[in-house]
């Protein structure tokens, strides 16, 4: 029987998810499709993906703490942080995962010696990429827009701040893991604290792809070397689409077909 898979977000018009997971399932001949699902509220995420009978499905922005609310297992590193971003229905149980952190990863790894990060934002993105960082041992700093997100971080990042308290100091890479910039032309801070922040870095990465946003606009601008979140995309769907072909396919192909799907 064909298996369908889903991404819920809302906004989830842009995602390239579909092209890449489907652009996998045809070219390796595996009988299953991929679509996406506008969800206004995450609290239905749980009926609606058994409604539509999904064997699986990628969760983005803004229910992902959701999605983990919504599963009856989580593993591995979305345990840590609670924040699932891959769902697998294990004969009607919810099973969640968290592939982001990896796939972040595996986007930096062209940025040599990482040592000190700072991560501007607070959601479930960033709980997931600061605990990641921090566990291979790279010093990492929290700056949010408000204070009530940043409970999570105090514990396990070495410092963190609100827009009010900042201190700013000189790192080697700095993340815009907010929203800002993906459906607006908002910075994600205010646009003196960004400027000196890139006037303090080494390198640039944004989580948002497919667009260059105010916050990677200004790092061109300095001439600071800069990716968009296109890498991390593609590493959290090779992890995300083995996870749905039950480890069936080999993830040299998996990554083959979904690189191939960038360029479409
Ligand atoms: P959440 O909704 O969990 O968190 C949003 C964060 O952004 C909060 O810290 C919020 O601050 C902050 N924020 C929102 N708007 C603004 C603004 N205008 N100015 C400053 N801060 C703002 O989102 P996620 O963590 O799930 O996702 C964040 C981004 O990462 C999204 O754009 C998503 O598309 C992208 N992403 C990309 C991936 C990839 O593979 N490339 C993977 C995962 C995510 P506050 O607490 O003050 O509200």
């Known amino acids: 029987m064909k298996k369908l898979f889903a991404i819920f977000g809302n906004p989830v018009s842009h995602s390239r998810s579909p092209l890449m997971h489907n652009s996998v399932f ?16 995450g609290t239905k995420l749980r009926e609606t993906f ?16 959701a999605a983990y609310k919504a599963c009856d297992e989580v593993r591995g590193f979305a345990k840590k942080v609670g924040v699932v971003n891959t769902i697998i229905n294990e004969n ?5 995962y968290n592939t982001d952190a990896d796939g972040f990863m595996f986007a930096i790894k062209e940025f040599k010696e990482i040592k000190n990060v700072l991560v501007i934002g607070a959601g479930g993105t960033a709980k997931a990429l600061a605990s990641r960082l921090v566990q291979d041992n790279i010093k990492v ?18 410092e963190c701040y609100t827009w009010d308290n900042f201190k700013l100091q000189k790192y ?9 910039g993906l459906k607006d032309d908002e910075l994600p801070a205010p646009k003196d604290m960004i400027n000196d922040i890139l006037n303090n870095t080494s390198f640039v990465a944004d989580a948002i792809y497919g667009k260059l946003t105010p916050f990677l606009k200004q790092a061109h601008n300095k001439n600071i070397t800069y990716k968009d979140g296109a890498d991390m995309l593609l590493g959290q769907g090779i992890l995300a ?24």
């Open 241 to 264: 689409n083995e996870l749905f072909v039950n480890n069936e396919l080999k993830i040299d192909k998996i990554k083959y077909f979904m690189q191939k799907s960038f360029n479409l």
């Open 26 to 41: 045809k070219g390796l001949n595996y009988n299953a499709c991929y679509t996406r699902v506008h969800l206004l509220d």
């Open 172 to 180: 080697d890479l700095v993340l815009n893991s907010t929203s800002a």
């Open 92 to 96: 009607g149980k919810l099973v969640g």
């Open 141 to 158: 700093t929290v700056l949010n827009r408000s204070a009530s997100r940043l409970k999570f971080f105090m514990d396990i990042v070495d």
């Open 50 to 65: 058994f409604k539509l009978k999904l064997s699986g499905a990628n969760v983005t922005v803004p229910h992902k703490e």
